[in-house]
């Protein structure tokens, strides 16, 4: 590709451009230019060397002791820790994960990793950005260095640390494949969406329970809550369903605005609890307030530095107001940034007309970028936030503003090695060009984007864009740019990998068109790079030394280590797609490795083997059709062809995506309208079935939803809701007595599609009284009295009369035993019938003192006992006694 005596040029345009360089893998990119990026070779054995940090390392939050509540999610977050067990809490935003994640890092568990504690909150970073900051976590470089994936994994795969990501916002699959990031590695795991499905434990965080909210309630006050404020107090709590955030906004009412706890309760007494407290607090705000919430709001809750937020809200003294709103709930400080609380901006976006704030956020920060110059990790400071305007731009088709806001910041993001957000701001930039019909502009877009995929080693994708902005650049004359895209080109393509003895030899030397690449390459680069100590690599062309004899050839390489894709993974194919593109990577520390020999084969759904390929790198790529098994190996290559032992074998799958959810799952029990009994008086374990479903793709979690159907005033404190999911078509859960519930079930399957939830059956689980309908047994009765009754038991003087049984030890029923009713009669001679007397009422012992209701004459009594369902048991026999005169 190269023309001879264009070395001269490439210098030239690009001298006195560059603003800045990055060392990627084997590559030097420098950013700067007008034209573009501009990659250069480092000589081998040149590249930055990373230095692994001191440990154990301890990266942490600020501690945050007074945890409420939450004892159950620390045992289950401990236990997870000692079995080296990754877990990940999630539930809606406020609900408390930050505090949590805050406090279990300073638990005494976290010192049994000896390579140290990592806490980060991750926000808006990007897969690439995730790693890049956990790979600064734990090495330290001179200069601006940015790995590639397989050098992360490498350096990360024998830490044995704790690792704490709050916010995360990865896929499934990500998430899974971060874990094998840092097998050694125990990762806690903070989202609002579960993550975890297979390995590990998923834990849903709820409201606090009703004590531990009014306890928060003091806490925010700063003094106890008096007895006239208790109800008010529980009502708040009750109707903000123990949401800790919600909470602290509705004490803060109290303790900025002067309201009473009574006004407050009345206010949240709504369908809707939450959205009544957010509109009650933001009609007390001042304008400075509302304008940076304004602000924050159209940034989608991306963290930023005061500064920032006082030049693109226009508020002036800008630390007051934001005190202000901490203290009100409704910002959080990540020092030195700050960001929404608990989905607060989901609500003013839903209520605010942001629209004005975007030409004023988006050309703020553009001027910032341009005419300020700052430092890259300033940028990359405000990257979510710059990617967020971009957004709002676009969505109002302001595609000029996109274009010079992703030319004003790209460079810096590439510069501070986040390359996840420099591939979306480019992203970003091409579709601006495009949609403006400014071929130029699209050329640097593409430019930038292959730049970026040829240094992070993406062959195909590199060559794609550069060949597109190549063919645009010379089409508009632009001779620069097209040197600059051509050099980068060459760069790609200048080391041909080495070929196998097996097939014709090359002869020593190296084609023209490589040697005018590499030289391209070297000169353009000299300048830029001899004071940073790197050496470009500048390739002569050396015959190849003879071969020694083959008695002393001792060459054992270890097999590769295989990377991706992991055993049985499933590569989706989009709808309507015939073929996936698939990588492949491995990795191998083996000396003297010249390449690798790749070997694949189809499985299903017809065998068939692949030619083997000879891979120059640790990685290949290629086209396989959708609906196939395949599996997949490599071994080594050494000096004169010899190989190495195969590596393991791996299977994966490469299948159509599903895009469909599975059908709602039919509820079998319990019945909607049952009852169902409660032995113990205090909970019961219920349950719970439902007939499972198919799909293509398989079930992967059923979704269960168990709820308290609660009356307006209600008896106690009702039981919080439910929500977990579950492999199986059914699920036992424990539930408190004495309270009507309703649940329903949701299949999401394979391919993460959710289906149609059931319909809502109802059913009660009755207190111990209601679900006791069986009587109790008789009692046995021990005296006074005979069971003859024309032989009564002679009782004189009567003078103490207890009559007495036995007392029943159990109840069939399960309610137990409440007490006993007796019943006492007296003969009367005149009629020939019995007649009652006292005491025909509930006895708590098992005798009775009936001298008091006694006279001269015959009598007969009898005894029955009485459960706490109030269900009455068969009388015992009758016993007959006199008291006669004398």
């Not at 130029?440 to 060949?467: F, M, P, S, V, Y």
């Amino acid at each position: 590709m190269g023309q001879a005596g264009s070395s001269d040029r490439i210098e030239a345009y690009i001298q006195g451009e560059i603003s800045g360089q990055v060392a990627v893998g084997e590559h030097i990119l420098q950013v700067g230019s007008v034209h573009g990026g501009v990659v250069q070779i480092i000589a081998p054995g040149q590249q930055p060397q990373p230095r692994p940090r001191p440990t154990p390392v301890s990266f942490l939050p600020s501690p945050f002791p007074d945890l409420l509540d939450r004892k159950k999610e620390i045992d289950t977050a401990t236990g997870a820790l000692q079995s080296a067990t990754p877990v990940a809490f999630h539930g809606p935003a406020g609900i408390g994960k930050t505090v949590l994640l805050e406090h279990l890092a300073y638990r005494p568990e976290t010192t049994r990793f000896p390579d140290g504690v990592v806490h980060l909150y991750v926000g808006d970073r990007t897969w690439d950005d995730l790693l890049q900051s956990l790979f600064e976590a734990f090495y330290e470089v001179d200069g601006p260095f940015k790995p590639t994936e397989m050098q992360i994994r490498h350096a990360l795969r024998e830490k044995r640390a704790l690792i704490f990501l709050d916010d995360l916002n990865l896929k499934r699959e990500q998430v899974e494949a971060l874990l094998g990031v840092a097998p050694r590695s125990v990762f806690v795991l903070a989202s609002e969406v579960r993550l975890l499905w297979g390995k590990g434990r998923a834990v849903s965080l709820e409201g606090l329970p009703l004590e531990d909210a009014l306890a928060l309630v003091e806490r925010e006050l700063g003094r106890p809550l008096d007895e006239r404020e208790q109800p008010a107090a529980r009502a708040i709590c009750t109707a903000l369903k123990g949401h800790p955030m919600h909470i602290l906004r509705a004490v803060a009412r109290v303790r900025e605005e002067g309201k009473s706890l009574e006004e407050v309760a009345r206010s949240v007494q709504t369908a809707d609890p939450a959205d009544a407290l957010a509109a009650e607090v933001l009609a007390a705000l001042s304008k400075p307030q509302r304008r940076l919430l304004a602000v924050m709001a159209l940034l989608d809750g991306a963290p930023l530095p005061a500064d920032h937020l006082a030049a693109l809200s226009g508020v002036r003294d800008v630390q007051p107001v934001l005190d202000a709103l901490a203290r009100r709930g409704l910002i959080q400080a990540h020092s030195p940034r700050y960001s929404l609380t608990g989905g607060l901006g989901t609500y003013l976006r839903r209520v605010w007309d942001l629209t004005p704030w975007i030409d004023r956020v988006v050309l703020r920060l553009t001027t910032w970028a341009e005419r300020e110059h700052p430092a890259p990790a300033q940028v990359a400071e405000v990257a979510g936030a710059i990617l967020r305007a971009m957004d709002w731009a676009r969505a109002d088709e302001r595609w000029a503003e996109i274009l010079r806001l992703g030319r004003a910041v790209e460079g810096s993001l590439a510069l501070a090695c986040r390359w996840g957000a420099w591939e979306q701001v480019l992203q970003r930039t091409l579709e601006a060009a495009q949609e403006l019909g400014d071929r130029a502009a699209e050329a640097w877009a593409l430019h930038q984007l292959g730049t970026r995929a040829l240094c992070l080693g993406d062959i195909r994708a590199a060559r794609d864009a550069l060949t597109k902005a190549l063919r645009l650049r010379e089409s508009l004359g632009d001779e620069a740019g097209a040197a600059v895209t051509r050099h980068n080109l060459d760069v790609l393509t200048e080391a041909p990998p080495p070929r196998r003895p097996s097939r014709p030899a090359p002869k020593p030397g190296l084609p023209t068109a490589a040697l005018i690449g590499i030289g391209l390459a070297a000169v353009a680069g000299l300048v830029a790079l001899a004071g940073l100590g790197w050496h470009l690599l500048t390739r002569k062309p050396t015959p190849a030394p003879p071969s020694p004899p083959p008695t002393e050839m001792v060459w054992s390489p270890e097999p590769p280590q295989l990377m991706a894709p992991e055993p049985e993974e499933v590569l989706p194919c989009e709808p309507g797609e015939d073929e996936r593109w698939v990588e492949w990577r491995w990795s191998s520390t083996s000396r003297g490795v010249e390449g690798f020999d790749f070997y694949l084969e189809a499985l299903e759904p017809e065998q068939e083997v692949y030619p083997t390929q000879f891979v120059e790198g640790t990685s290949w790529g290629m086209s396989l059709p959708c609906g196939g098994t395949y599996l997949w190996r490599v071994r080594a290559v050494g000096p004169e062809g010899n190989t190495g032992p195969w590596s393991e074998e791996r299977v994966f799958h490469v299948v159509e995506v599903d895009r469909e959810g599975p059908p709602a799952p039919s509820l079998v029990a319990p019945k909607d309208g049952e009852q169902i009994p409660c032995p113990s008086g205090e909970a019961t374990v219920v349950p719970f079935r439902w007939e499972p479903v198919d799909d293509p793709s398989g079930i992967d979690v059923y979704e269960v939803q168990i709820e308290p159907v609660v009356s307006e005033t209600p008896i106690g404190t009702p039981p919080s809701p439910l929500r977990f999911g579950t492999g199986d078509p059914s699920a036992e859960v424990e539930l408190p007595c004495g309270w009507d519930y309703r649940w329903r079930v949701q299949a999401t399957d394979g391919a993460e599609n959710p289906g149609e939830w059931s319909l809502w059956w109802g059913f009660r689980v009755m207190t111990l009284e209601e679900g006791d309908t069986l009587p109790p047994p008789a009692p046995v009765v021990v005296g006074p009295g005979s069971s003859d009754a024309d032989d009564p038991e002679d009782l004189y003087p009567c003078s103490q009369v207890v009559l007495q049984w036995m007392p029943v030890e159990e109840d069939p029923g399960g309610s137990g035993v409440l007490g006993y009713r007796v019943s006492l009669q007296q003969y009367d001679y005149g009629t020939g019938e019995w007649e009652s007397i006292e005491p025909y009422f509930i006895i708590y012992d098992s005798f009775v003192d009936v001298t008091e209701w006694l006279s001269i004459g015959t009598y007969r009594w009898q005894v029955w006992t009485v459960d706490k369902a109030a269900n009455h048991g068969e009388p015992s026999q009758w016993l007959y006694f006199e008291c006669p005169i004398g």
